[in-house]
């Protein structure tokens, strides 16, 4: 499509599609029937120099934003939604580190995330508050020059394979509330952290979601990311952008895939009563433009609010809001689509086109959620505060 990639995003679009055709496509299935980590997408990340997307040039990365993310998921996202999700989740935590990164933090974090030696993973959800993600109930205490977390975390993709865990918790001050959100680094295997029952998922089985329990896990003062209670901050300029578009990008790959295949099996399908193909069907021609009208938009969209993230817009936040919304609206609409064009042959057991339904439906309980990314672009467009 005619949207204007600088070189660098060119190249990137480049590599990603080569290694998603190459590496991870082949294993897609079976990471899911398995409910298996996709350890093989991120050795072959790794080995062609990808995981640092997010760190900056001089620590070795790829110094890239919002809209190579977006290209990056849409790559993956188009061959295994499980391995998309975890590498996106990946490059959200590495975002998150990296804004207000101290040279402690680029020493021990970013640079070994740029040389394909680290991977991280972002654990802000938790049972008590859900979708409101902003509001962690895990406390957070200082000891000295140390830092001790305790509470517990839900859906932590990546759990147990990550070397690191960028944790949201409340500010120290014990007079803090659930809003005044802060986030640490835990490393892998700090005493004290206990990993819960792990979390078999309708679709996105390979992300190894768990939970995390922290008692009274200790970690260095210097693990603190920016200041205690920077609470909008992160949400609105890192958390919320980085992880919309990564999830925008990956189901817009997930409906791009559902689109490919229809077409594919309306090509082959042939009646041999009528001898009639389902491609020369005009009912069925007219519904598989209505999936190519759903996907091409949504592609757009997303692109012109990652461009606009990058470039710190106006309008930016509004934009990257509704990008998460149509990509998840999308998906469901265009997999459905797909697995009713399908017919029989698409329903029979875990065939690849049933695979893709049941990833897209993630896409509207992972907050922010649909229902709560329609409310803060209203109060965005009102002018009202988000929260
Ligand atoms: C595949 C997958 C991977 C995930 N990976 C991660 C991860 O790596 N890290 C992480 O931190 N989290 C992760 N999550 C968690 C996710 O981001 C959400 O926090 C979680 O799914 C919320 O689930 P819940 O059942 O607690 O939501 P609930 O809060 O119970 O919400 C249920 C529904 O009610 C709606 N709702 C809730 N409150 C309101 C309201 N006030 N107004 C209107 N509607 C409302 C929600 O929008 C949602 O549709 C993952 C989730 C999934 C499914």
Redesign the pocket.
């Known amino acids: 499509m005619d949207v204007s990639l600088t070189a660098s995003q060119l190249r990137i679009r480049e590599e990603f599609e080569a290694v998603a055709e190459r590496d991870i496509r082949p294993f897609a299935a079976a990471t899911d029937e398995a409910a298996r980590w996709p350890e093989h997408a991120f050795s072959a990340l790794k080995k062609a120099g990808l995981m640092g997307l997010h760190v900056p040039t001089a620590d070795g990365g790829r110094g890239e934003g919002l809209m190579s993310l977006a290209l990056a998921m849409e790559a993956i996202g188009k061959t295994c939604a499980s391995s998309a999700?975890c590498f996106g989740?990946h490059c959200v935590g590495t975002a998150v580190i990296a804004a207000k990164a101290t040279a402690y933090q680029k020493n021990n974090y970013l640079r070994p995330i740029a040389a394909g030696e680290h991977v991280t993973?972002?654990?802000?959800?938790e049972?008590g508050t859900?979708?409101?993600?902003y509001l962690p109930e895990t406390k957070l205490s200082r000891h000295g020059d140390r830092l001790r977390a305790n509470g517990t975390?839900v859906?932590?993709?990546n759990a147990g394979h990550a070397d690191s865990y960028v944790v949201s918790t409340q500010a120290s001050n014990p007079d803090s509330e659930s809003g005044s959100f802060t986030c640490l680094i835990v490393d892998r295997d700090r005493p004290g952290m206990e990993w819960l029952d792990g979390w078999s998922?309708l679709g996105?089985r390979g992300?190894t979601?768990r939970g995390l329990k922290l008692n009274d896990v200790e970690v260095p003062g210097a693990n603190l990311l920016g200041e205690e209670g920077d609470q909008i901050w992160y949400i609105f300029e890192v958390v919320a952008p980085y992880f919309l578009i990564a999830m925008a990008g990956t189901y817009l790959g997930v409906a791009e895939a559902a689109l490919d295949l229809t077409i594919k099996h309306l090509k082959k399908r042939r009646h041999s009563i009528s001898g009639e193909s389902l491609a020369d069907n005009p009912l069925i021609q007219s519904q598989l433009a209505e999936m190519w009208t759903r996907v091409e938009r949504t592609r757009r969209w997303i692109y012109h609010a990652a461009q606009s993230g990058d470039q710190a817009s106006a309008n930016a936040i509004p934009l990257i809001f509704g990008a998460k919304v149509e990509a998840a609206e999308t998906v469901v609409a265009v997999t459905n689509d797909a697995l009713t064009l399908g017919g029989g042959i698409a329903y029979r057991d875990n065939s690849e086109l049933a695979r893709l339904p049941r990833d897209a439906r993630?896409s509207?309980?992972?907050?922010p959620?649909t229902?709560?990314l329609k409310l803060w672009t209203g109060r965005a467009l009102l002018g009202r505060p988000l929260l």
């Open positions: 999700i989740m993973t972002l654990s802000v959800s049972t859900g979708a409101h993600f975390k859906f932590v993709t998922g996105m992300n979601a993630a509207h309980v992972m907050s959620t229902s709560l």
